[in-house]
């Protein structure tokens, strides 16, 4: 099927697209309000080194370095242990399965990114209280800087400090609604496309038949012609009937249901000599 059919298979099959579509976008959304709702509480920390003696290679190496194991070391049970073990505030019944459930959850929760050998590291923290979420983003903050966590660091040698507060989302962003909808109408369209593609119910040309229905043969069928022949229909079928021939019979000719016996009705002799013999059947010419 080339792109000119396919678009004319589209067109004529518009609703069944629509159809699949508008399901696919349903369930995305069945899907993504099934989901708890958690805000965001974005911060970022920098990474300084207080040595100037060291060249500027030598000091993005070294914020690489901490930057990328800070980020790494933040997803541990271990930092989540330090964080429940701390004295900072926050509710700490939303970690309170077991250790495999808690790490899970905690994965979740908590999101880090190193900026590389520019010294950034971006912690962001997903609750479903925003309240909540600011408070954890607290918690992790000062247990980095502090140096409590499970990451020791020499302060003279590095120091970390909080260049952005924790920031709250306005609304929540997890699950995104907007891109699971736009996920769910694009698979939609083409989940739409792809079924009328391949179960397609209408033939378009005659090409298209015969790549739907491969190297079959053609069937001709005629109507039972009245007085001139017949145009034949052509339709494609698995078996091919060629020895038919139309017929011309016309309309006027007498049709008899059964036989009939004809009786010869004598004519009159109209040259006879007139007379009034008779009987008057005679006059009267019956």
């Known amino acids: 099927m080339d792109t000119k059919d396919f678009i004319q298979l589209a067109k004529k099959r518009k ?30 920390l920098l990474i300084l080194q207080p040595n100037t003696a060291a060249d500027a290679y030598a000091v993005a190496r ?14 541990s049970g271990a930092f989540l242990d330090a964080l429940n073990s701390s ?3 926050f509710d700490r ?44 983003a607290l918690a992790v903050n000062q247990l980095i800087i502090s140096g409590q966590s499970p990451y020791k660091f020499n302060a003279n040698q590095t120091k970390i400090s909080v260049i952005d ?21 694009l698979f939609g369209f083409l989940s739409g496309c792809s079924y009328i593609y391949l179960f397609p119910k209408e033939r378009l040309s005659e090409k298209l038949a015969q790549e739907l229905f491969g ?6 069928r005629y109507r ?10 052509y339709i494609p079928t698995q078996n091919i009937s060629t020895d038919y021939e139309p017929k011309i019979v016309p309309d006027n000719l007498p049709i008899y249901t ?3 016996e004809i009786v010869e009705t004598p004519m009159p002799n109209f040259n006879a000599p007139f007379n009034f013999q008779g009987n008057i059947r005679n006059v009267l010419g019956e």
Not at 62 to 75: D, F, K, T
Not at 215 to 220: G, R
Request: charge should be neutral; proline fraction near 5%.
């Open 258 to 260: 059964q036989e009939e």
């Open 62 to 75: 070294s914020n690489q370095y901490v930057g990328g194991l800070i980020s790494e070391v933040i997803y």
């Open 215 to 220: 190297n079959q043969e053609i069937k001709v």
């Open 93 to 136: 019944n939303y970690f309170s399965g077991t250790y495999k459930q808690n790490i899970k959850e905690w994965k979740k929760t908590v999101f880090a990114k190193s900026g590389g050998d520019t010294g950034v590291i971006d912690i962001e923290i997903y609750h479903t209280s925003p309240e909540e979420a600011h408070n954890i």
């Open 87 to 89: 004295q900072f505030v």
């Open 165 to 185: 507060q924790p920031v709250v989302s306005s609304y929540p962003v997890k699950p995104n609604i907007a891109i699971n909808l736009a996920l769910g109408l």
């Open 15 to 44: 609703m069944t697209v629509i159809s699949i579509t508008l399901i696919f976008v349903i369930l995305s959304l069945v899907v993504t309000l099934a989901q708890p709702l958690k805000y965001r509480a974005k911060s970022r």
């Open 224 to 233: 039972e012609p009245s007085f001139k022949e017949a145009e034949p229909a």
